[in-house]
C-alpha cells in the first residue's frame, strides 16, 4: 500500500546550519506531496506542497522537490532558526484516495 | 480567532469512562476528520465525513464513533476509554470546491490521558 518514509530523529543543528530532511514514498500513480510542521503545543500547519513531478514546493525559506525517479521529497533550508525548531511531517496523497498518509515525523532542534 | 478548534485541549478520564471531543470550524469546509498521534507513528485517521450524512470509517475506528452534528462540527467519542487510547487527538477540514488544494487545516489538539 501507500506509504511514506523519513529519516528518523532527532535532528539537532546549530542556527545557520544547512537543512536537510529525507522522505521517500511508495504510492500509485502521481500523488501529491506535503510537507507539515508542528511547533510546540500547536496542531499541524501546511509548509508546502508539490503536485506534479519536478515541482518545487517553497515557504518560508524551506524547499522541496518531487523527484518521481527516486520517489523523494526531501526538505531542505540554507540556513535554520531557532524558531524552526518543531516536528517536521511528510504526507502524500493520491488523486483516487480521501486521505493524507503521513510519515511518522522528525522533530528538527536548533541550538543558538 | 482559529479557524478549527478543539474542546477540551486535555483531559484525564479514567479506565471504562465515555469521552467525547469536540470539533469547530469555521472554514466553510464539507470535509472533516479526525487523526490520532502517537509517538513514532505519525499521524493515523480514525474517521472522515465529506458531509453531514456521509460518515466513514478510517484506517484504525475500533473503539471509537463520530457524529457531524451539523456543516461545522464533528465530534468523537470513546464509548468505554482504554489505556492504549492516550494519544494526542487532532481534528481536521479541507474543502472540495473547484480550486480545491488538497490542502488539510488541522486544530490545535486535544491530548488525552486514560488512566
Known amino acids: 500500500g501507500d506509504s511514506v518514509t523519513q529519516m528518523e530523529g532527532p535532528v539537532t543543528l546549530s542556527e545557520e546550519a544547512f537543512l536537510t530532511i529525507n522522505c521517500t514514498y511508495t504510492?500509485?500513480?502521481?500523488?501529491?506531496l506535503f510537507w507539515y510542521v508542528q511547533y510546540p503545543g500547536e496542531g499541524l500547519q501546511l509548509l508546502l506542497k508539490?503536485?506534479?513531478?519536478?515541482d518545487k514546493g517553497s515557504n518560508k525559506g524551506f524547499e522541496a522537490t518531487y523527484r518521481k525517479e527516486t520517489t523523494s521529497f526531501h526538505l531542505e533550508k540554507g540556513s535554520v532558526q531557532v524558531s524552526d525548531s518543531a516536528v517536521y511531517f511528510c504526507a502524500l496523497k493520491t488523486d483516487s484516495s480521501y486521505k493524507l498518509i503521513f510519515g511518522s515525523g522528525t522533530r528538527l532542534l536548533v541550538r543558538p | 480567532d482559529a479557524d478549527v478548534t478543539q474542546t477540551p485541549r486535555n483531559r484525564i478520564t479514567k479506565t471504562g469512562k465515555r469521552i467525547m471531543l469536540e470539533c469547530s470550524q469555521t472554514k466553510g469546509h464539507d470535509r472533516m476528520y479526525w487523526y490520532r498521534q502517537d509517538p513514532g507513528l505519525g499521524l493515523r485517521l480514525i474517521y472522515y465525513s465529506f458531509d453531514v450524512k456521509d460518515i466513514n470509517k478510517g484506517e484504525i475506528s475500533d473503539g471509537y464513533s463520530v457524529s457531524r452534528q451539523a456543516q461545522a462540527k464533528f465530534s468523537l467519542s470513546l464509548e468505554s476509554a482504554i489505556p492504549n487510547q492516550t494519544a494526542l487527538y487532532f481534528c481536521?477540514?479541507?474543502?472540495?470546491?473547484?480550486?480545491?488544494?488538497?490542502?488539510?487545516?488541522f486544530g490545535p489538539g486535544t491530548r488525552l490521558t486514560v488512566l
Open positions: 481536521a477540514t479541507s474543502d472540495t470546491g473547484q480550486g480545491s488544494t488538497d490542502t488539510q487545516y
Open positions: 504510492a500509485t500513480g502521481y500523488p501529491s
Open positions: 508539490a503536485t506534479k513531478a519536478d
